[in-house]
């Protein structure tokens, strides 16, 4: 079944506005990562945040380890922040491979 | 720091030949995995280094694929007898030790096979 589960799937968002994103996982964590992937492009590792609140920029994570669930706030949205935001996990495993939810496509527009 | 270097970015390969992907981690880094990404099954993990010895491949077919690392420095992906199938974004992966350390991704090569 679906180890780790993002919602929503998309999101349109005017320019300005805040994004929030989730992420709910089905096993342990020890690891948790979000993911930027541009169309075509690469994952870029926005944060690594197994448990409790992580800022960077315009980000925040907050992860409640007990409950299962994650969250990535976008503040003030950007065009450029247009793409596929992907949250992994590693299920407690010391093997470290990691388990991708399907992501959620946010489309900013101006 | 250059991050991961993946080469070559594109890949394009008729059915049943072979195609080899390279991957170079960050330096300092002992954990290298390997991904593959497609549109219908997402990001699937297929295999992990842990100083250059293989910790896990639960995730990589049975046939066809095989990967080393020879040495500290970069790891190879083999795809012997290549199908349609096969098309993906490969993506490599490193990190300091593996386990609960952040993992960065290179730029992923993307195979076709015709």
């Known amino acids: 079944g679906q180890q780790v589960q993002q919602s929503p799937s998309s999101l349109v968002l005017q320019e300005g506005e805040n994004a929030e994103l989730q992420c709910n996982f089905s096993?342990?964590?020890?690891?948790l990562q979000w993911f930027y992937q541009s169309p075509g492009g690469s994952l870029v590792s926005l944060l690594s945040?197994?448990?409790g609140t992580k800022h960077t920029g315009r980000l925040t994570s907050t992860t409640v380890t007990k409950e299962r669930r994650s969250s990535l706030h976008i503040s003030s949205s950007q065009t450029t922040d247009s793409g596929t935001y992907l949250c992994?996990?590693?299920?407690?495993?010391?093997?470290?491979?990691?388990?991708f939810g399907a992501g959620t496509q946010l489309i900013v527009i101006p | 720091n250059a991050g991961v270097i993946q080469t070559p970015r594109h890949k394009v390969t008729g059915k049943g030949q072979e195609a080899t992907l390279w991957c170079e981690p960050i330096?300092?880094?002992?954990?290298v995995f390997w991904y593959r990404q497609t549109i219908v099954q997402g990001l699937e993990f297929l295999t992990y280094?842990?100083?250059?010895?293989?910790?896990?491949d639960s995730g990589m077919p049975k046939e066809r694929f095989s990967a080393q690392m020879p040495n500290q420095s970069h790891s190879t992906l083999k795809i012997q007898s290549t199908q349609p199938q096969d098309s993906a974004v490969y993506l490599c992966?490193?990190?300091?030790?593996?386990?609960?350390?952040?993992?960065?991704f290179g730029p992923g090569t993307r195979l076709t096979v015709l």
């Open positions: 992966a490193s990190s300091l030790w593996g386990g609960a350390y952040e993992q960065y």
């Open positions: 096993s342990t964590a020890t690891q």
């Open positions: 945040n197994p448990s």
């Open positions: 992994a996990i590693d299920r407690g495993s010391a093997l470290g491979r990691l388990h």
């Open positions: 330096s300092g880094h002992s954990a």
């Open positions: 280094f842990r100083n250059q010895a293989p910790i896990d």
